[in-house]
């Protein structure tokens, strides 16, 4: 299991890296050009070279033509280099550095910014096959072949011009967002449907009172990944029962407990080891990123500094959207069985009453003065309430509009408006 986080915090690495498909590219461009290059010498060829149609370049014009084009693409790869980071530069400041790491995961960049590497590399392989004599060799059809490839690069810098324009864009980045969320959510939810809700509900009292030897944190960091199956599996093989006290994405120290175990000798070290530490928060397990993310979006356009809170109601739109499948769910199972059907482990709330303690808390200080985000808070709670067949959902849904409620009388707005609000979210 360790392995297998270690390849997927790997993985997301790649993804969100600049390097990895221009590497790929630039490499193509070197192997392509090498190939134009052989085919260029083969003497089967002397056929098609004495074609009207067939290509033909001097020495020094097809160097010209060369050391043009290796020089346009790299002032083009500097132009996506600068484009790409004027982009982040704006992001981070408006929407939140979270929103950072979809934005470097975005393949039009990596893709145009591959091309323009890989033209100007196969560009040098070409030009260093031609002779300087004026008799000697001329790859006449990797040097059309460079001319036609550059052609087309060039043509990627109006895309994406029109991809930067439309990517940096609000809306944009929080409807991606948005997505990236949801689908998060459903395979939340996706794995709770496989599970018997109501057994492990019946089985919660078995852990009240619950006193074991706590499971300490072998260094700092956030909580990226729990491995639950590898977990179950030592607590079926020594009979042990284990309470987790903290979910992915919390902060621990180093010797502070990240859970407790109860039973006979228990192998802590093994039990620790099923748990993933990182110096940062990761998007490798659970919607929590996803999650800060849009409320770091809606906080900073309600901030006065930026006050734009139609970006606020959209964050908060798609945290409704996205979250809808797990309020009409049976929720997230709160104690897992091990393979012979033994009540073996405790974890916090990862269903709806998690994700409302993240948004509500946050959101609520910062629209004490825009009634429009703070209607469309109300309104995400109000179809929650609608929608949840779960009592304990309810509740929780409950508690936050009553918090609602009494807190709209510390809005500095009008008192008509203080009014309407706490009406509505008091229905």
């Known amino acids: 299991m360790g392995f297998y986080v270690h390849a997927k915090s790997m993985m997301t690495g790649i993804a969100s890296s600049f390097w990895f498909i221009p590497l790929l590219m630039a490499m193509a461009g070197l192997a392509l050009g090498n190939f134009f290059v052989f085919i260029d010498a083969f003497d089967a060829l002397s056929y098609l070279r004495e074609q009207s149609f067939y290509p033909r370049f001097g020495p020094e014009g097809a160097r010209a033509v060369l050391t043009t084009i290796a020089g346009g693409?790299?002032?083009?790869?500097?132009?996506?280099?600068?484009?790409?980071?004027?982009?982040?530069?704006?992001?981070?400041?408006?929407?939140?550095?979270?929103?950072?790491?979809?934005?470097?995961?975005?393949?039009?960049?990596?893709?145009?910014?591959?091309?323009?590497?890989?033209?100007?590399?196969?560009?040098?392989?070409?030009?260093?096959?031609?002779?300087?004599?004026?008799?000697?060799?001329?790859?006449?059809?990797?040097?059309?072949?460079?001319?036609?490839?550059?052609?087309?690069?060039?043509?990627?810098?109006?895309?994406?011009?029109?991809?930067?324009?439309?990517?940096?864009?609000?809306?944009?980045?929080?409807?991606?967002?948005?997505?990236?969320?949801?689908?998060?959510?459903?395979?939340?939810?996706?794995?709770?449907?496989?599970?018997?809700?109501?057994?492990?509900?019946?089985?919660?009292?078995?852990?009240?009172?619950?006193?074991?030897?706590?499971?300490?944190?072998?260094?700092?960091?956030?909580?990226?990944?729990?491995?639950?199956?590898?977990?179950?599996?030592?607590?079926?093989?020594?009979?042990?029962?284990?309470?987790?006290?903290?979910?992915?994405?919390?902060?621990?120290?180093?010797?502070?407990?990240?859970?407790?175990?109860?039973?006979?000798?228990?192998?802590?070290?093994?039990?620790?080891?099923?748990?993933t530490l990182g110096a940062r928060r990761d998007v490798l397990q659970e919607a929590t990123y996803e999650a800060r993310a849009l409320i770091d979006i809606a906080l900073r356009a309600l901030s006065p500094g930026i006050n734009d809170p139609n970006t606020a109601v959209a964050a908060i739109d798609h945290m409704s959207g996205a979250l809808l499948p797990l309020v009409r769910s049976d929720g997230v199972p709160l104690v897992l069985f091990t393979k012979d059907g033994r009540a073996a482990l405790k974890r916090p709330d990862l269903g709806l009453g998690h994700y409302l303690d993240l948004i509500v808390p946050a959101l609520l200080p910062a629209m004490r003065s825009d009634t429009l985000a703070t209607e469309r808070l109300i309104e995400l709670l109000i179809l929650f309430d609608r929608v949840s067949r779960q009592d304990y959902q309810r509740k929780e849904i409950t508690k936050w509009r009553k918090v609602m409620a009494r807190d709209v009388d510390k809005h500095e707005l009008p008192e008509t408006m203080v009014a309407w609000l706490k009406d509505k979210a008091s229905e």
């Open 73 to 275: 693409m790299m002032t083009m790869a500097s132009l996506v280099f600068s484009l790409t980071f004027v982009g982040l530069t704006q992001l981070s400041g408006q929407l939140g550095p979270r929103v950072l790491m979809m934005f470097m995961e975005d393949r039009a960049t990596q893709l145009v910014l591959g091309a323009f590497v890989g033209v100007f590399l196969f560009a040098l392989v070409v030009l260093g096959e031609v002779s300087e004599l004026d008799d000697g060799f001329v790859p006449d059809l990797a040097v059309a072949a460079t001319i036609v490839i550059a052609t087309g690069a060039f043509g990627l810098v109006i895309y994406f011009v029109h991809h930067m324009a439309l990517s940096i864009q609000a809306d944009v980045i929080v409807a991606d967002l948005g997505k990236r969320f949801a689908k998060t959510i459903r395979r939340v939810t996706a794995r709770a449907e496989a599970s018997d809700i109501a057994s492990a509900n019946r089985h919660l009292p078995q852990f009240e009172g619950f006193a074991g030897v706590p499971v300490p944190a072998p260094s700092s960091g956030y909580i990226r990944h729990i491995a639950y199956d590898q977990l179950l599996q030592i607590l079926a093989d020594n009979s042990l029962r284990l309470v987790i006290d903290l979910r992915v994405d919390d902060y621990v120290g180093e010797g502070m407990p990240m859970a407790h175990v109860e039973g006979p000798a228990p192998d802590i070290r093994a039990l620790g080891r099923c748990f």
